[in-house]
């Protein structure tokens, strides 16, 4: 059974940094493609990142270009997501998702319910002061 486990949010002042981790067990890691997704109160569901099985691939939503590194570390079955400059509306609950069938390119239009091969995590609430 696929186990998503993230960690690493919480309170932080706006130009601040936190880096999200998500832990994987019950799978073949390093052949998921993972993403990471968000979302906030009052707002739609939507995708921040993802990156590809073998890593050659990495997609940012125009939200976090450019403020945002997604990695994973296939040794260790994780994932990160590195934030930067963090704003105000980043606030919002991140999830961390594993996806064997839908390409990481793809995963840029996935919700929580568009995939029936996902698995998500419970997610890590981030939350930035102004």
């Known amino acids: 059974q696929a186990h998503l486990v993230e960690s690493g949010g919480g309170v932080v002042q706006a130009g601040g940094s936190l880096r999200l981790s998500c832990a994987v067990t019950?799978?073949?890691?390093?052949?998921?493609?993972m993403g990471w997704f968000r979302q906030a109160p009052g707002r739609n569901f939507e995708f921040v990142s993802s990156?590809?099985?073998?890593?050659?691939?990495?997609y940012y939503s125009d939200y976090v270009k450019g403020r945002t590194v997604i990695s994973r570390d296939d040794t260790e079955n994780m994932l990160y997501l590195q934030l930067n400059n963090l704003k105000p509306e980043d606030t919002a609950v991140y999830y961390c998702?594993?996806?064997?069938?839908?390409?990481?390119?793809?995963?840029?239009?996935?919700?929580?319910?568009?995939?029936?091969?996902?698995?998500w995590g419970q997610g890590t609430q981030v939350a930035v002061s102004s």
């Open positions: 990156i590809s099985w073998n890593g050659n691939r990495r």
């Open positions: 019950g799978l073949t890691f390093n052949t998921y493609n």
């Open positions: 998702a594993a996806d064997q069938w839908v390409t990481a390119e793809n995963m840029r239009g996935m919700t929580l319910d568009s995939s029936h091969s996902a698995y």
